[in-house]
């Protein structure tokens, strides 16, 4: 996946430029030779009042159409203005206020700068205003609520070192990227899903970048939302599944496993959870590196991932029963079988290794998976 770009946040410009309106109105003072008590006389104000509001005091829609008569300037000019300036200033507030947060950048490790997020020439301030925009959240406060407390189902162990940060910046990634595509995606519809889904093995015999581009509209047509984002170091992470605000769910995957069958049952896998399992539910598919090659048993504890993982291998063995697939002597026998089902040798290769742990046997009919010239 290309680095991903935010235009909104590259957009941002920390810098202001608004003068009072109040210099304004002494400009034209001066321009006009006119003192200050004789432009509060002609207003029905006090001197003292005119001066503060000239030296930065808040300028009512009242003040600024009395200044409109008494003066000539247009109150609509005027109260531009103050409204910009205010701005100015409630921004040169918040920067202060935000200055004490700069070392919650540091828990991103850069990948915030390496993602596009923020850039190499921005000042700690401004990282942390782009960042605090990127998640939409106001302060590291709400973000900690938001990203931290993500109700998740985990298909490996919680207790491996997993980099938090680095996770709910990744799925951000995916939500962004998903949402541009929702907005003009039709609504969800579970049994046009389960009709796409069974167009997957078919497509495992094509290149997986082309599968992968077809499959994305396969699953749209259902109101099915799917992502590639590049992984992030120290996640562990192969896929998510979650529910988009537009009531679209997102299925976003990474390269992890680098094999095109490991891609398309961390796929299947994900639409599980959007078929069977509760919209609330975010399902984070982490795996240990010890792990790596047996992710497709997950934890037999956990009844949703292993009914995800069930739903996954029937789809991808196109109906073909463990014990047969298990009963496969020869490369020749394999290919034979995968050309009688019309799906891909190397998901046939890869789901007789995840049943016999004999990844051997018929390792080199599977194909790598490399996603990372898509747009």
């Known amino acids: 996946m290309n680095t991903q770009r935010v235009q909104d946040l590259e957009d941002f410009v920390p810098e202001w430029d608004a003068p009072n309106p109040g210099t304004l109105i002494q400009r034209e003072l001066d321009a006009t030779g006119r003192t200050q008590a004789d432009l509060a006389d002609r207003m029905s104000i006090s001197k003292k009042h005119l001066n503060q509001v000239i030296k930065g005091a808040s300028l009512t ?13 247009d109150a ?30 540091n828990t991103f490790k850069g990948e915030d700068v390496r993602r596009g997020i923020t850039h ?5 301030v401004t990282r942390v205003e782009k960042l605090l925009r990127f998640f939409g959240v106001s302060d590291p406060a709400a973000y900690d609520r938001t990203w931290l407390k993500l109700e998740a189902s985990f298909k ?12 709910a910046l990744w799925i951000q990634l995916a939500v962004r990227q998903a949402d541009a595509i929702a907005a003009d995606a039709p609504d969800y519809d579970a049994g046009k899903l389960r009709i796409a889904a069974k167009k997957l093995p078919s497509l495992t ?39 988009l605000p537009n009531d679209r769910p997102m299925i976003a995957v990474t390269g992890r496993y680098k094999f095109a069958d490991s891609l398309w049952f961390a796929i299947a896998h994900e639409i599980a959870h959007v078929l069977h399992h509760l919209k609330r539910t975010t399902f984070l598919e982490i795996s240990s590196d010890e792990m790596e090659e047996r992710f497709h048993h997950g934890d037999a504890a956990d009844h949703q991932e292993t009914q995800a993982n069930t739903y996954a291998s029937n789809l991808l063995l196109a109906g073909l029963s463990e014990a047969e697939l298990r009963s496969v002597a020869t490369k020749e026998e394999l290919l034979e079988l995968a050309g009688a089902l019309h799906v891909s040798p190397g998901v046939l290769a890869g789901q007789y290794a995840h049943l016999t742990n004999d990844w051997a046997k018929f390792g080199k009919l599977r194909t790598k998976a490399d996603l990372s010239s898509l747009p």
């Open 61 to 73: 829609p009242e003040f600024s159409l009395a200044i409109e008569r008494a003066l000539g300037i």
């Open 205 to 243: 015999l094509k290149e997986p970048e082309a599968a992968f581009v077809e499959l994305q509209q396969e699953l749209l047509g259902a109101g099915v939302i799917l992502v590639y984002v590049e992984e992030m170091p120290d996640t562990r992470v192969s896929g998510v599944s979650l529910w």
């Open 120 to 124: 190499a020439s921005d000042d700690q």
């Open 156 to 167: 490996r162990s919680s207790a491996f070192n997993i980099d938090e940060h680095a996770t």
């Open 76 to 105: 609509r000019l005027l109260l531009r203005m103050e409204a910009e300036w205010r701005a100015a200033r409630l921004i040169d507030e918040s920067r202060a206020s935000l200055a004490q947060h700069v070392g919650w950048v």
